[in-house]
């Protein structure tokens, strides 16, 4: 299951990265709270996930239409963020292990490194 999600993510990341449609800011804002959130959940240190937020917020309006869009999606990025980083005990979230956050997490700051993001 954990390397399904790992290429599930990654490929919902990179596609959301590659891709400056009019829902690329809003696909960026969910997949990078998704991951973002459950890196802080897992421990990753709160100044990589906030450089990481940083670099995920210019993407995002590089990639809005307009000013609204990026409000809207950057709206969505933090309420994912908070969801996946403070999961409700007993609820039916999807909780990735923190491996495999991890591990992605490792590959988005490689990325962005290799991008000149940084």
Same mark, same amino acid.
């Given at each position: 299951?954990? !390397?399904?999600? =790992?290429? &599930?993510?990654? $490929?919902? /990341? ?15 804002? +969910?997949?990078? %709270?998704?991951?973002? %959130?459950?890196?802080? !959940?897992? $421990?990753?240190? $709160?100044? !990589?996930?906030?450089?990481?937020? #940083?670099?995920?917020? #210019?993407?995002?309006?590089?990639? =809005?239409?307009?000013? $609204? ?7 969505? /990025?933090?309420? +994912?963020?908070? &969801?996946? &980083? ?12 923190? !491996?495999? +956050? ?7 700051? #490689?990325?962005?490194?290799?991008? %000149?993001?940084?």
């Amino acid at each position: 299951m954990s !390397r399904i999600l =790992a290429a &599930a993510l990654a $490929g919902f /990341f990179l596609s959301g990265v590659a891709s400056a449609s009019t829902d690329g800011a809003t696909s960026l804002a +969910v997949g990078g %709270g998704f991951l973002l %959130g459950n890196a802080d !959940r897992c $421990g990753v240190s $709160g100044e !990589r996930v906030a450089r990481a937020g #940083r670099i995920i917020d #210019r993407l995002i309006r590089a990639a =809005a239409g307009d000013a $609204g869009e990026a409000r809207s999606a950057e709206q969505r /990025f933090a309420a +994912v963020f908070l &969801a996946t &980083a403070h999961p409700q005990a007993g609820g039916h979230a999807l909780i990735p292990s923190c !491996r495999v +956050v991890r591990a992605q997490f490792d590959r988005l700051e #490689r990325h962005h490194r290799q991008a %000149g993001l940084d």
